[in-house]
């Protein structure tokens, strides 16, 4: 079985068509309003993308904030409150308040790879978490026990790759507490890529033996450790917080309520620093550490810095996107975003840095706290019952259940194997069977077929076209379940993403620097719209056929 489903999704990861370019446009909804979950019709075709010479001189940094399940919606509704790093770069940048992850499965990984390549998750093979970059190959340097990461699934070339092809001098840094935030915004770039396992940061054989002598500086002031003791309190006065903070679904009824102290222990201290503010304050101490000691955006050619901040996630899973701790986390990040830009701006020339900021989802409503006025009442689905039945009507009708992988959304098919063995109508009829149950089941909106949906209407139709996004057309990908909106698998996180509808896709993506006209921008864009962006303001040009285009408006 473990080989099976191994082949299977090394058909999924291997099997990438080429990208071909969207046209589609929509409007967002808010997810906050509990409205629409999905986005509307699409307008006029995007203009061409063109190299154009820079009206000023290509940066001599790019940095990427990408922040971990943060939601486009946060920037305004704590928006009188922001006055750090969030507020420079929403007030002064190019912002389209209307961007969307453009696939189907809204998690970490396929999020992260579509940033710097321009490309949907087709097109990346990274499709899900699932297939991310686990690589037993690669193991962590001083940590071989933890299990081993690489960007060996990741197809084609990003951001960093052209760059480097126009000049070789051009170098990449890129830090996140999450191993594929680290590895996927780069692709396979040979990279200074560090990533926070097991208490320190560290990376793996994919990128070098030994660690650096700027990290092991960095581990040995044990700042995560440090945390011993510490409590998470709030940054303004409690009038300044319209949520409760006596929700009981948050963090399911456990450690819900404000001051959240740290455990006295640092090895405990270190492992819940993960769902405090302090994790990414940590993070930007180490980005600004590695930008020294590696002297990026010194030079005259274009180097990168991807920072993916991870502590919104955590927080957003076990609190939920209304939560107090939502709200001061927000606060926080902008604090301490503010005091790395000055930071920055103090090493290196400001009017040389273009920033953009995004993030790699959004995030949906803890189910239960969902207003009743959703119908239907979203639900936690668990398709357990449905897949035992599967392999039952697959076991009576004499066929090899390993044919068959069912993976939250997805059911994975060796169609290969049933034509070897004759098998292919008993199979068809297992799965309609199959597919018939779960449209029955509450909380499932759609069933399809993946080759029905390669010949739907990816232009008036949000969902058919963020699944042709996801996959490759040869890919083993049978079926694919769309839930209702606000509807969750699982009953693991309090809340989560990875849904197809507009409270998961739309996320901020926002553009400064002197190269970006300021203002908010209402036309429809996605995120693979943000490498060739960054690349036309860097006057280089993509080194393969993307998905996105340059996003003309947001150039001065
Ligand atoms: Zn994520």
């Known amino acids: 079985m473990t080989r099976f489903i191994g082949t299977l999704l090394l058909v999924i990861c291997f099997s990438a068509s080429a990208g071909c370019q969207s046209l589609a446009t929509h409007t967002a909804s808010s997810a906050r309003e509990a409205r629409t979950a999905l986005s509307t019709p699409p307008a006029s075709p995007l203009p061409p993308n063109r190299l154009l010479p820079p009206a000023v001189p290509a940066p001599s940094l790019i940095v990427l904030i990408t922040i971990d399940q943060f939601r486009d919606d946060y920037l305004d509704r704590f928006g009188p409150q922001l006055r750090g790093g969030l507020a420079r770069l929403a007030r002064g940048g190019a912002w389209f308040t209307n961007a969307h992850h453009d696939h189907a499965i809204t998690e970490t990984a396929p999020g992260h790879a579509t940033l710097l390549s321009g490309r949907f998750p087709r097109s990346t093979g990274i499709t899900a978490n699932r297939v991310g970059v686990e690589d037993p190959s690669a193991p962590l340097l001083g940590n071989p026990a933890a299990p081993g990461a690489s960007p060996k699934r990741f197809q084609g070339t990003t951001l960093v790759d052209w760059l480097h092809a126009k000049d070789p001098r051009s170098r990449a840094l890129s830090v996140s507490r999450k191993d594929r935030a680290a590895i996927l915004p780069i692709g396979r770039s040979q990279a200074d890529v560090y990533w926070y396992a097991g208490g320190r940061f560290t990376t793996s054989r994919y990128y070098r033996d030994t660690l650096p002598d700027w990290i092991n500086r960095f581990n040995a002031r044990r700042e995560p450790q440090n945390l011993a003791g510490k409590s998470w309190t709030l940054l303004l006065p409690d009038s300044a917080y319209k949520e409760p903070d006596s929700v009981s679904y948050e963090m399911n009824g456990r450690n819900f309520l404000f001051p959240h102290r740290l455990p006295?222990?640092?090895?405990?201290?270190?492992?819940?620093?993960?769902?405090?503010?302090?994790?990414?304050?940590?993070?930007?101490?180490?980005?600004?550490?590695?930008?020294?000691?590696?002297?990026?955006?010194?030079?005259?050619?274009?180097?990168?810095?991807?920072i993916s901040l991870s502590a919104t996630d955590a927080i957003g899973h076990g609190y939920g996107q209304d939560s107090r701790e939502i709200h001061d986390n927000v606060l926080r990040l902008d604090r301490n975003l503010g005091a790395f830009i000055d930071s920055l701006f103090k090493l290196r020339d400001s009017t040389r840095i273009a920033f953009a900021?995004?993030?790699?989802?959004?995030?949906?409503?803890?189910?239960?706290?969902?207003?009743?006025?959703?119908?239907?009442?979203?639900?936690?689905?668990?398709?357990a019952d449905l897949e035992t039945s599967l392999r039952a009507a697959m076991t009576s009708a004499k066929l090899d259940t390993n044919l068959v992988m069912?993976?939250?959304?997805?059911?994975?098919?060796?169609?290969?194997?049933?034509?070897?063995?004759?098998?292919?109508?008993?199979?068809?009829?297992?799965?309609?069977?199959?597919?018939?149950?779960?449209?029955?089941?509450?909380?499932?909106?759609?069933?399809?077929?993946?080759?029905?949906?390669?010949?739907?209407?990816?232009?008036?139709?949000?969902?058919?076209?963020?699944?042709?996004?996801?996959?490759?057309?040869?890919?083993n990908v049978e079926l694919v379940i769309t839930l209702t909106p606000f509807s969750i698998f699982g009953e693991g996180s309090v809340a989560t993403h990875g849904s197809p509808y507009d409270y998961d896709t739309h996320v901020p993506l926002i553009f400064t620097g002197p190269w970006f006209a300021p203002g908010r921008y209402a036309e429809f864009a996605r995120t693979v719209d943000l490498a060739p962006t960054l690349a036309e303001v860097a006057a280089v040009k993509a080194g393969e056929k993307l998905d996105g285009v340059v996003l003309r408006r947001a150039l001065k």
Do not use: C, Y
């Open 406 to 475: 069912l993976d939250h959304q997805i059911v994975l098919v060796n169609r290969d194997l049933a034509a070897l063995t004759d098998r292919t109508r008993a199979l068809d009829n297992a799965l309609s069977l199959f597919a018939v149950r779960a449209r029955s089941l509450p909380g499932v909106a759609r069933v399809d077929r993946f080759q029905d949906l390669l010949r739907g209407d990816t232009i008036n139709n949000a969902i058919t076209r963020r699944w042709v996004h996801q996959f490759p057309a040869t890919s």
């Open 264 to 306: 006295d222990d640092s090895a405990a201290a270190a492992a819940a620093s993960l769902a405090t503010p302090f994790m990414d304050e940590i993070e930007l101490d180490l980005a600004l550490d590695g930008l020294n000691a590696l002297s990026i955006g010194k030079g005259s050619q274009t180097d990168v810095l991807s």
């Open 357 to 383: 900021l995004t993030a790699d989802h959004g995030v949906s409503t803890i189910p239960e706290l969902v207003p009743g006025s959703v119908q239907p009442t979203p639900v936690r689905v668990n398709l």
